[in-house]
């Protein structure tokens, strides 16, 4: 068990530009869920995968956002045309099962800074 | 729809003094509430949770929770502050039955002063 690992842990970038960010979630894990986090803010929820199936995107997820789990391993969130209203910290987990209240394990993130 | 409030996003506490994080929900429906620690440059970890059955949960390094249906509250409780304590705790829900992504708190940080 190695943990949820998240790429890059930071990424500065100029308004207008794409980004991409990896998330490989804990194997063998079908569940995995992307969050952002804005200073002095609890994590907000952007959209689950069950598998390589996207079940669920808030409505905080624009069309400039995109998500991907292909195979069901591990998963990218671009985002295209940033905007500075963008920065923030992405935040990846994943968890085994699809009972409510399965217990989340969460990467230490991708700083986003859009300059 | 559902909703966590945590009261006072700053609380300092003296080493050995009782610890008290407040956390009130807003559910439709029975909720599942978690409490998750967050430490500088790390991910965030699980406490302890209430899912059904006894209402005062035990988590990990001597943190409770107790499941107030009455007052809809989940307030964390540790009786003795450790220096390592010293961290920001996030109080979740999950109520939305076809939904299973967590709603999250603002979040409170725990100073701890020797």
């Known amino acids: 068990d190695t943990g949820v690992s998240q790429n890059p842990r930071h990424k500065i970038t100029k308004r207008g530009q794409n980004v991409t960010f990896r998330c490989d979630p804990i194997s063998e894990h079908n569940r995995l869920y992307w969050y952002r986090q804005t200073l002095g803010q609890g994590p907000e929820f952007l959209t689950y995968f069950q598998n390589e199936a996207q079940l669920e995107k808030s409505r905080l997820l624009s069309d400039r956002f995109s998500a991907e789990r292909p195979k069901g391993s591990f998963s990218t969130l671009e985002i295209q045309r940033t905007e500075q209203g963008d920065s923030a910290m992405y935040l990846c987990?994943?968890?085994?099962?699809?009972?409510?209240?399965?217990?989340?394990?969460f990467g230490s993130g991708t700083q986003l800074s859009v300059l | 729809a559902q909703s966590v409030t945590q009261l006072g996003s700053h609380v300092s506490v003296s080493e050995g003094a009782l610890v008290l994080l407040r956390c009130n929900y807003s559910s439709s429906v029975p909720p599942y509430l978690f409490w998750y620690v967050q430490y500088p440059n790390q991910g965030l970890q699980l406490l302890l949770k209430?899912?059904?059955?006894?209402?005062l949960v035990k988590g990990i390094n001597g943190f409770e929770a107790e499941f107030k249906k009455s007052e809809t509250s989940f307030h964390l409780t540790k009786p003795s502050a450790h220096m390592s304590d010293a961290a920001e705790y996030f109080c979740a829900v999950s109520s939305d039955t076809g939904r299973r992504a967590l709603t999250f708190g603002s979040g409170t940080r725990l100073q701890v002063q020797p």
């Open positions: 209430y899912t059904t059955g006894a209402t």
């Open positions: 987990a994943s968890s085994l099962g699809d009972l409510r209240g399965e217990k989340l394990f």
